[in-house]
């Protein structure tokens, strides 16, 4: 088995829920991120990929029959370029470059880009099929835009409790204060804003043509915990969530190139960084949000490393409870984590932000000059995806 190698990452801007990317397609915000991407390796011809997966959370609209296979058509690659859509939820672009990255190190194909979209704007409402024609009773639309839809009466009501009520919960179980998430909160805000202000995204961000938008929409430069103090709990009359320290629902997408070593010379540049672990993980549906700890911790044994090793982490921050729960399990250093803002802040458009994690802990191990580091996401109806990066400048 070879290795699989991160050559280059990118992204569009986040937009807000009905924000500056309301009027753009998914597939259309996907095919952005895959020429993006390409242009950064001028030297690549298209021709040479070997396959693109693509990860989506959605599916119901117009992300529908195979986004990732659209992309590729939108963005003007070869026909002869074959893709693929994966759905884990949150997780998907994770997933997808995992998929991905045993592609290049079975050796079924020496280069493979991966990436994701969602537009959480566009998610359209559905009718459940009725089993016969004029049903006489209403139909209910229902919204795909987060969470569980359609439930199947069989599941357990503790098991389908909505995303902010499981991680009340967990909040709950293991202790978290208000306090402490919204101090997790302003600092996402803080960091973000600084990261852009220092030139650190214009390498990784791609603008999305027509919209007008130049940097992530949903940071709030200007976030104190005492700001975020102020707001009322979303899910429960005495809660500690609020919209302030829980991600956003957005529209974005992202994408990564994977090569082999081998295949450097044919995509005209170096690597970033080495794919060293992967793990998964499962546990009940409502503990959805601690699940990156045991991916995490998986991905470490199998690439030979401790939490000691590692210098950077970038947690897909789906609740600031969850993000903190992690950490706390983890027992790592705060200060190493989400170093330039994370999803409360950037925006959590579903199937993109598995990429957008793993691209900037590349480009962070790069810039930190550490050696290791862990992109890890929580992801619902109980399960967590993680992936350890090797800086192949620092090893």
């Known amino acids: 088995m070879g290795s699989a190698f991160v050559y280059a990452a990118a992204r569009t801007p986040f937009g807000r829920f009905n924000g500056a990317l309301a009027d753009v397609r998914p597939d259309d915000l996907a095919a952005t991120a895959l020429r993006g991407v390409l242009a950064k390796l001028p030297g690549l011809d298209p021709a ?12 119901a609209g117009e992300d529908n029959r195979n986004v990732g296979r659209m992309a590729v058509l939108l963005a003007g690659l070869p026909v002869t370029v074959p893709a693929t859509t994966v759905n884990r939820l949150c997780g998907s672009s994770l997933d997808a470059a995992m998929i991905g990255s045993r ?46 839809r359609l439930v199947n009466p069989r599941m357990p009501k503790e098991w389908t409790v909505s995303l902010g009520e499981a991680n009340e919960q967990l909040g709950e179980r293991f202790g978290v204060s208000r306090e402490r998430q919204d101090a997790f909160a302003a600092r996402s805000h803080v960091l973000a804003d600084a990261a852009w202000n ?94 990156p700890v045991e991916a995490a911790n998986q991905a470490l044994r199998r690439a030979g490393i401790g939490w000691d090793d590692v210098g950077a982490v970038e947690l897909n921050e789906a609740f600031a409870v969850q993000s903190l729960v992690c ?16 999803a409360i802040a950037i925006g959590h458009p579903l199937g993109a932000s598995g990429g957008r ?20 996401i929580c992801i619902g109806v109980g399960q967590g995806l993680a992936v350890v990066l090797e800086n192949v400048s620092a090893s």
């Open 48 to 59: 040479e990929i070997g396959d693109v997966v693509w990860g989506n959370a959605n599916g």
């Open 103 to 148: 592609t290049v190190e079975s050796g079924d194909a020496d280069v493979v880009v991966i990436g994701g979209v969602e537009s959480m704007t566009r998610a359209p409402w559905v009718l459940p099929k009725p089993s016969r024609a004029f049903p006489a009773g209403d139909v209910t639309a229902v919204s795909t835009t987060l969470g569980w």
């Open 198 to 291: 220092d030139g650190f995204y214009d390498d990784l961000v791609v603008p999305v043509e027509g919209a007008g938008l130049a940097r992530d929409e949903g940071i709030r430069p200007g976030s104190t915990p005492e700001i975020l103090a102020g707001l009322k709990p979303a899910f429960r009359p005495d809660g500690a969530i609020t919209a302030g320290n829980a991600s956003p629902l957005n529209d974005g997408a992202c994408a990564v190139v994977l090569g082999s070593q081998a295949a450097a010379d044919r995509i005209g540049a170096g690597p970033i960084a080495r794919v060293a672990g992967r793990g998964a993980c499962a546990l009940e549906p409502q503990m959805f949000g601690y699940a």
């Open 327 to 342: 950490l706390d399990a983890w027992k790592v250093d705060p200060a190493i984590v989400n170093t330039r803002g994370g």
């Open 357 to 376: 994690i793993l691209g900037t802990l590349a480009h962070v191990l790069r810039e930190r000059r550490e050696r290791w580091g862990v992109a890890a």
